[in-house]
């Protein structure tokens, strides 16, 4: 079985900064890709970045410039530096990854970290 396991949310005002990571550990053969989602209170929960295995990256409109996605495939571990937050920003945050183990191609998800940017 594969976990994912987040850290480094919490309450910052606008214009600070925070950190997330996200460590993928259990029977996994490979990484297609790891990312981060988000979900604010009675919104649809969104994509923020991901990092494909290639190094290849994609954020969502919103967020370009201020964040940042970095990946370790030898770790299986993927961090979202977010920079010059907005009370915008404000949702639960989510790692999910696209891998291989002995399911096949499957997508694993994390518990969530909160992350609460005040005006």
């Known amino acids: 079985q594969v976990q994912l396991v987040e850290s480094g949310g919490g309450l910052v005002q606008a214009g600070g900064s925070l950190r997330l990571s996200c460590s993928a550990s259990?029977?996994?053969?490979?990484?297609?890709?790891m990312g981060w989602y988000r979900q604010a209170p009675g919104k649809q929960r969104e994509l923020v970045a991901v990092?494909?295995?290639?190094?290849?990256?994609n954020y969502v409109d919103s967020v370009k410039g201020r964040f940042t996605i970095s990946g370790d495939n030898a770790k299986n571990t993927v961090n979202l530096q977010m920079n010059s937050l907005k009370p915008e920003d404000t949702a639960v945050y989510y790692c999910?990854?696209?891998?291989?183990?002995?399911?096949?191609?499957?997508?694993?998800w994390g518990q969530g970290t909160q992350v609460t940017v005040s005006s």
């Open positions: 990092i494909l295995r290639s190094g290849m990256t």
């Open positions: 259990g029977s996994i053969f490979s990484i297609n890709a």
């Open positions: 999910n990854a696209d891998l291989n183990d002995y399911n096949g191609r499957t997508t694993y």
